[in-house]
């Protein structure tokens, strides 16, 4: 079955990076694009970004410049590197494998999400 496992989240102080790991299994890895999400308390998930079977990226207007997402496919693992984290970054983050569904990408499997905290 599809299993996606999340690890690298933490407490981290403004201006600080954390990176986080997506380990895969159960499909395959190198077929499919994934994805990166956020939720904060109160607000609706977000998709944070996302990397194509072939490498392309997305990134949320909010994340560009400081979030990298990169893939290993030998590894089955994607990851999310997070500099210059500010406090509006604080949220549960989720890993997502992602399908096409028209001229859209959903997210259908989730993985169980990590806490990321920044404090001031």
């Known amino acids: 079955q599809v299993q996606l496992v999340e690890s690298g989240g933490g407490l981290v102080q403004v201006g600080g990076s954390l990176r986080q790991s997506c380990a895969a299994s159960g499909f395959s890895f190198s077929s499919y694009a994934m994805g990166w999400y956020r939720q904060a308390p109160g607000k609706e998930r977000e998709l944070v970004a996302a990397?194509?079977?072939?490498?392309?990226?997305y990134y949320a207007d909010s994340v560009k410049v400081r979030f990298t997402i990169s893939r290993d496919n030998a590894k089955n693992t994607v990851y999310l590197q997070m500099n210059g984290l500010q406090p509006e970054d604080t949220a549960v983050y989720y890993c997502?494998?992602?399908?096409?569904?028209?001229?859209?990408?959903?997210?259908?499997?989730w993985g169980q999400g990590t806490q990321v905290t920044v404090s001031s």
């Open positions: 997502a494998r992602l399908i096409y569904s028209g001229n859209r990408v959903d997210p259908d499997y």
């Open positions: 990397i194509t079977a072939s490498g392309s990226t």
